[in-house]
């Protein structure tokens, strides 16, 4: 992936909208609790976008020049269209090879499907040849039956988005 694709961190009330981003391939840090002090620190520290619903804090980050997000629509579309709006993102893409981890944020490297037996479900293991693996945690992805699901979303995403 390019290095001028924007990095997020994203607070702690935005938890479903992280994972979205991970699985476009956005890499977006997320933590279930973390003060504001702290999430201001880690956005100017590893130079992220700060995504939030809380108004307090997107005035305190804006004060001191962070680049912030205030959300405010309630579905993952609308949020993810207010993002793309702000800093200038469209065409949205489902590509497993920039996928992160929907878990730890880790990125995702392609495996061979003999190293999984025994480590997926069987009826899954003989069904798919392409797996993928978190490089942090070892979560095992594979397109299953909510990719299709995904990929509708993305596009219900780029047709709002034109």
């Not at 981003?21 to 976008?49: M, T």
């Not at 479900?121 to 299709?148: A, E, L, M, N, S």
Request: proline share 2%; net charge positive.
């Amino acid at each position: 992936m390019s290095e001028l694709r924007p990095t997020f961190v994203v607070d702690a009330m935005l938890g479903n909208l992280s994972r979205k981003l991970r699985i476009l391939g956005f890499d977006s840090k997320y933590f279930s609790s973390i003060e504001d002090k702290q999430l201001i620190e880690l956005a100017k520290k590893e130079n992220r976008v700060i995504v939030t619903k809380d108004e307090a804090l997107a005035k305190t980050a804006d004060k001191i020049s962070i680049p912030i997000v205030l959300i405010r629509g309630d579905n993952e579309i609308s949020q993810i269209i207010e993002i793309a709006t702000k800093i200038g993102l469209s065409n949205f893409i489902m590509d497993t090879n920039s996928a992160r981890c929907v878990n730890c944020n880790g990125r995702l490297e392609s495996v061979e499907k003999s190293r999984l037996e025994n480590k997926v479900p069987t009826g899954v293991y003989q069904r798919q040849d392409q797996f993928w693996i978190c490089v942090d945690c070892q979560k095992i992805y594979w397109i299953g039956t909510h990719f299709k699901k995904l990929q509708e979303f993305v596009s219900r995403l780029n047709q709002r988005l034109r």
